[in-house]
């Protein structure tokens, strides 16, 4: 048996990265998965490849920046699987540019995925987990929602944010029996975290002076998603780091 046999989970950004293997993780538990991401032949490809090897999965295009994209992510989900239970908001990027070098759009066009983005799945789908009887969402924010980063100033803010619409959204949720948690990644080897224009060059990533001195797979990630989902039932508005000790605090030379 499977921890999440009859469920059934939505993952925004679920194409690549992160998203994809909380989608692999949930199906192999037993969940059926819906994937929602505007990369629409990686998409396709990661459900095909779930079913292939005995899951369910379905993908269908999703604009997180827009409500009526969501609304039908929502209700083609519910068609064809039959209810929501778990729905983790996962899209996001990230633009390395200073403050003082941003234009406005720049700083608009990180918010209104990261942040509005996942006002929109959260309210979208509140409907539907609260004819499942309750459920779980898990908003993926990172340590930028924990501490400033020098050239993130827009992907910080958008960070801090969705940390606080959790605890909001924990507060209104919970006599619904719907628990809603963000988790706090920290470097995790993604194709986000390769991206010259966001981060550093590859062979930085293998040169932490965390107290775990390595880089996070997306594994780590998505088993600590499936433990948020099926196991932490007392857990809601809470922080779930993933870093590597990152924010533990400041590592002396050794």
């Not at 200073?98 to 509005?116: A, K």
């Not at 993926?140 to 980063?149: D, F, M, Q, R, V």
């Amino acid at each position: 048996m499977g921890k999440l046999d009859g469920q059934v989970a939505l993952i925004s950004g679920g194409a690549r990265g992160q998203g994809e293997a909380q989608a692999r993780l949930f199906a192999r538990e037993g969940a059926a998965v819906a994937l929602g991401d505007v990369l629409e032949e990686e998409g396709q490809r990661v459900a095909e490849s779930i079913n292939d090897t005995g899951g369910q999965a379905m993908f269908q295009k999703l604009d997180v920046t827009e409500s009526s994209s969501w609304q039908s992510m929502v209700d083609e989900t519910v068609g064809q699987f039959g209810r929501l239970d778990i729905v983790i908001n996962n899209a996001g990027i990230a633009r390395l540019k200073r403050i003082e070098d941003s234009s406005l759009q720049d700083y608009l066009d990180v918010v209104l995925i990261n942040q509005v983005g996942v006002w929109l799945g959260m309210k979208a789908s509140i409907p539907a987990l609260k004819e499942a009887g309750g459920g779980c969402i898990i908003n993926t924010s990172s340590t930028a929602g924990l501490e400033g980063y020098d050239g993130l100033g827009a992907y910080v803010s958008s960070k801090f944010a969705v940390r606080g619409m959790t605890k909001c959204a924990a507060l209104e949720l919970g006599p619904h029996n719907i628990r809603v948690n963000s988790v706090h990644p920290g470097p995790i080897d993604t194709p986000m975290i390769r991206d010259p224009q966001i981060a550093r060059p590859a062979d930085a990533l293998n040169t932490m002076t965390s107290p775990i001195p390595r880089v996070g797979h997306v594994d780590e990630v998505a088993a600590m998603m499936l433990f948020i989902a099926a196991d932490a039932t007392y857990s809601t508005g809470a922080e779930f780091v993933i870093d590597g000790g990152v924010t533990a605090g400041t590592m002396r030379n050794r």
